[in-house]
């Protein structure tokens, strides 16, 4: 049966849940059907349950994205998602309203499904994007970014959590209070992509280290840097 007619049955039930065209149904079951490589018929009831196929423009706008990405690299055969990471993101994605945050989605999504990604795509980064705010991943790029312009990032994963970072430098490139920042940086620790330097020297630091060191120096985890590359950077 061609994967339009198979697409097609889901729609009476998509339409249940609100106004849904049956192009837009055929559009992301289609790309469903991609992701699992499995027919759509055999999908439907899953997806449905899982996602009740809510929030429909933003579950299109990651079809759109994640399309856009792996077209972007020349990936014309991908590989398949297992539904334990897949519905997570399909679902979280439908319900995600900040732009930089789905884009979070649609990263991890379309790194998932390249058959050239070689990093392990850990389930734990579904939850670790879900605990981040749109200010933690700034910084959590601005951190790559800096560590990537200074030829940090070709080496050993040691050298990558060897190297410190202050607060002062990365308040020049992210613009946050006080408060947000040691919000911010204290869940970044929490969820173990930044570990902080809690000793009372700055030999060999630099003149911009606090005496108290609290929130004052950080490095990037070897976890931190595996998840930006997964899912922001």
């Not at 334990?84 to 439908?94: D, N, R, V, W």
């Not at 970014?145 to 992210?174: A, M, P, R």
């Not at 620790?189 to 005496?211: D, E, H, V, W, Y």
Request: glycine share 4%.
């Amino acid at each position: 049966m061609p994967e339009t007619e198979e697409i097609a049955k889901a729609v009476q039930e998509a339409a249940k849940l609100g106004n849904v065209s049956i192009d837009t149904v055929q559009k992301i079951g289609g790309f469903i059907a991609k992701v699992f490589k499995e027919p759509f018929a055999e999908l439907s009831g899953i997806v449905t349950d899982r996602l009740k196929f809510i929030r429909w423009q933003r579950l299109l706008k990651m079809v759109d994205d994640v399309n856009r990405k792996l077209t972007e690299k020349g990936i014309t055969n991908t590989r398949a998602v297992p539904p334990k990471l897949a519905l997570p993101i399909f679902e979280e994605s439908s319900l995600e309203e900040d732009d930089n945050l789905h884009s979070l989605w649609s990263n991890l999504l379309a790194n998932a499904m390249d058959p050239n990604f070689d990093n392990e795509i850990r389930y734990g980064y579904v939850e670790m994007i879900k605990n981040i705010t749109p200010t933690e991943a700034q910084i959590l790029k601005c951190i790559y970014d800096q560590l990537n312009l200074h030829g940090l990032l070709d080496d050993t994963l040691s050298i990558v959590k060897d190297n410190w970072i202050s607060k002062y430098d990365l308040l020049k490139f992210v613009n946050i209070d006080d408060n947000a920042y040691e919000v911010s940086m204290s869940n970044l620790m929490r969820i173990q992509c930044i570990s902080l330097l809690k000793q009372s020297t700055n030999a060999g630091l630099g003149p911009f280290i606090s005496k108290t060191m609290e929130l004052e120096t950080f490095a990037l985890t070897p976890l931190g840097l595996k998840f930006i590359e997964a899912c922001i950077n």
